[in-house]
Every structure is written in C-alpha cells, then in structure tokens.
C-alpha cells in the first residue's frame, strides 16, 4: 500500500513540475524581430506590415522609439514601425505572429516617409474593404519624390509603384 501512495505522490509531482515548464518554456522562447515597414491595416487588434498580421495583446508593448509607452488606439495606417514577435511567425499569407513589442518610429525621416505613405494609401484606397501592403519605400532627394511600391492583398500576383511628391505629398503618378 505504502509503494502505491509514494508512486501516486511521485504522479502528482511530475504533473505539476510538467505544467511548471510548460509556462517557463513561453517565457524562455526566443524573441524575434520582425520586418521593419509600414501600417497597412488596424483591425480587432491586429496590425499588418508588410506581409504579416501581428497580434497585439495585453502583454504585448507599443512604445516609441524615445521610449514613451503608447496605446493600440494611439496606432495609425501609415506608421512606421518595428516589430518583434515571441513564438515565430506562421506560415499563412499573410503570416500570423503575436506581437510582443510594436516600436513606433518617429524620426524626421520617419515621420515623412509615413506622411508619404499615408497619402498613397489613401489615393489607392477605393473602399475600406479594399487591403494595401506597402513592400518598400525609396526616397529620391534629387527629383523630391518617394517611390513606394505597394501591393493590394486581393491581387498578388503584382505590385506597383506610386510616385509622391517629398514636400506636398502630391500623388505624382501611378504605374
């Protein structure tokens, strides 16, 4: 009897040292950055750059770059942002990770090239159910302009380029 009662203890000890790791093995994954880019979209707490939806959640940080914490309502399309992610990124289209910290970038630079963006999108933008992914943006200081290439999510099979003015923010032309 005596052998049962110490290998039943022995059971209940293993579960809960078991569990224990379970939690302490999402708190020892790795924390990856993601790509650098732009807010496409804001929907049920979710944000897309680039080519992937990031969760944001209770533990999830959004801050900018001075530090100064923010709030997912402070998050607007056409920010410029770094993300980085714990648990990898799934592979779905757009891909799916949990955001653990959303870095806001507010540089001069940054601060443009978000101006720039926001007005591509928007031009672009026919309906709100209409998904834009911004895939690069190159600032050409010689002819005042950013190139930014985009992507609408419902046709992948190309991009294509909208060409805005660096001090109005004019839509140039779009091919």
Known sequence: MKMIVNLFIYIIVAFILASCQSSDWKM???????????????????????????????????????????????????????????????KSFPGKAEAELILVLTDEKSLAEQRAVTA????????????????????????HVYNIEMMNRSNLD???MVTVEDLTDEILFIK
Not at 120 to 130: E, G, I, N
Request: no cysteine.
């Open 28 to 90: 020892r994954e790795a924390i990856d950055k993601g790509e650098e880019g732009f807010i496409t979209d804001l929907d049920d707490k979710r944000i897309l750059i680039k080519g992937t939806y990031y969760k944001v959640t209770n533990n999830t940080y959004i801050q900018d770059q001075h530090g100064n914490d923010l709030d997912f309502s402070d998050l607007e399309i056409g920010m410029k942002v770094k993300p980085w992610h714990r648990g990898g990124v799934k």
């Open 120 to 143: 591509a999108l928007d031009h672009v933008s026919k309906a709100d159910s209409q998904r834009f992914m911004v895939l690069d943006v190159v600032h050409l200081p010689s002819e």
């Open 158 to 160: 190309s991009s294509f």
